[in-house]
Antibody, heavy 118, light 110 residues
């Protein structure tokens, strides 16, 4: 069965960096674009970034552009989200999800909580 | 990119139908047939319920249906059941290699 497992969340000070990972299994990883979506405590969903199936194309939401970098390792079926210059407003549960920008995100991980606080 | 507009709450009694609206612009909902809807129970990850305006993934009951008119998309839940009580989010392709979400609607089954 399809599984997406995020890791790497925690408490970090403003201005510092953090790397999130997502381990994928149960499907042909190289065939799918992948996404990061976040949800601040008590708030709605916010799209963060997308990466194409082969990693050649990456696009970011305006609020993270220039600070976050999305990458994938197709040999290990993993995704990474490098988050730099973190702000308090980046505090959220971060979900990785499978799917393209057009056809919906059909599988989601359980999420990992990132708290940015001094 | 501005978020799509959803009513904060909706409600209905068991067995009734309820419709949740999602309003965007001609740059997102109105420009593409790439509207999705997600259900999220407290403490859980979102679940895809509708994609491409009106298509249901395998396993989603046919009580859930989607439609679109102009810049507004809608999700209708027919034959409401207790387990349908959840938050619902719409999303759309935003036109510039991005996705935009609605603010979410809390559905209460009375």
């Amino acid at each position: 069965q399809v599984q997406l497992v995020e890791s790497g969340g925690g408490v970090v000070q403003p201005g510092r960096s953090l790397r999130l990972s997502c381990a994928a299994s149960g499907f042909t990883f190289t065939s799918y674009a992948m996404q990061w979506v976040r949800q601040a405590p008590g708030k709605g969903l916010e799209w963060v970034a997308v990466i194409s199936h082969d990693g050649s194309k990456k696009y970011y939401g305006d609020s993270v552009k220039g600070r976050f970098t999305f990458s994938r390792d197709n040999s290990k079926n993993t995704l990474n989200l490098h988050m730099n210059s973190l702000r308090t407003e980046d505090t959220a549960v971060y979900y990785c999800a499978r799917g393209s920008l057009y056809f919906g995100f059909d599988y989601w991980g359980q999420g990992t909580l990132v708290t940015v606080s001094s | 990119q501005s978020a799509l507009t959803q009513p904060p709450s909706a409600s209905g009694s068991p067995g009734q139908s309820v419709t949740i609206s999602c309003t965007g612009t001609s740059s997102d909902i109105g420009g593409y047939n790439y509207v999705s809807w997600y259900q999220q129970h407290p403490g859980k990850a979102p679940k895809l319920m509708i994609y491409e305006v009106n298509k249901r993934p395998s396993g989603v009951p046919d009580r859930f249906s989607g439609s679109k008119s102009g810049n507004t998309a809608s999700l209708t839940v027919s034959g409401l059941q207790a387990e349908d009580e959840a938050d619902y989010y719409c999303s759309s392709y935003g036109g510039t290699n991005n996705v935009v979400f609605g603010g979410g609607t809390k559905l209460t089954v009375l």
